[in-house]
């Protein structure tokens, strides 16, 4: 819980931070109202409460992800991130049970504000499904892009997701976005 309160204190303040700065000459005003945003997201999750020959360990894991977002205002966004993590692992969840987790799917409703260019924030409540069972969590992420030609973006990502009543992952990935009206 503390790394959860302390991660949102820090989204915060770089928010306020963010949001004091001032555009450059060259910079231009965000402007995505109105706008579908589709994304493929390759990414890499590790998953701090692994089990690995029955000694705990951190694992990384290969994932891939789809993204949909529609802008409602130019800075903001409502959305739904899906990732899959594409290998099979165990965890110890938090009361010390031995779980195994196949190729899970993370399916997450989400808000995304970008209040300036290159910066967006992400925060989202959904399940974590798998055979041996689904998990209810909470997201909070970060992207930084660049704009492309033709209304692509390309964007690096770092996600954290919180599990409850088992496991955290962190996901960092590379992602390509195509935005169109």
């Keep these: ?6 991660l949102f204190i820090a989204m915060i303040g770089f928010i306020s931070f963010t949001i004091a700065q001032e555009k450059g000459e060259n910079e231009k005003e965000v402007g995505y109202k109105g706008f579908h945003q589709l994304s493929f997201k390759l990414s ?34 409502v959305g739904l991130q899906t990732d899959m993590i594409t290998e099979s692992f165990k965890i110890e969840d938090n009361g010390g049970a031995l779980i195994e987790r196949s190729t899970p799917v ?18 989202g409540l959904g399940k974590e499904y798998a055979k041996e069972g689904d998990f209810t969590l909470t997201r909070v992420g970060y992207e930084y892009s660049f704009e492309l030609p033709k209304k692509y973006e390309l964007s690096f990502g770092i996600t954290y997701d919180h599990k409850w009543e088992a496991y955290e992952i962190w996901t960092f990935g590379i992602i390509v976005s195509k935005l169109f009206k």
């Design 1 to 6: 819980m503390k790394k959860i309160s302390f």
């Design 44 to 77: 890499h999750s590790i998953i701090g409460e692994g089990v690995v020959n029955g000694t705990n360990k951190s694992i990384s894991a290969p994932s891939l992800g789809f993204d949909y977002n529609y802008w409602v205002q130019n800075k903001w966004a």
């Design 106 to 123: 993370a399916v997450v409703p989400v808000i995304s504000f970008k209040p300036i260019n290159h910066s967006m924030f992400i925060v």
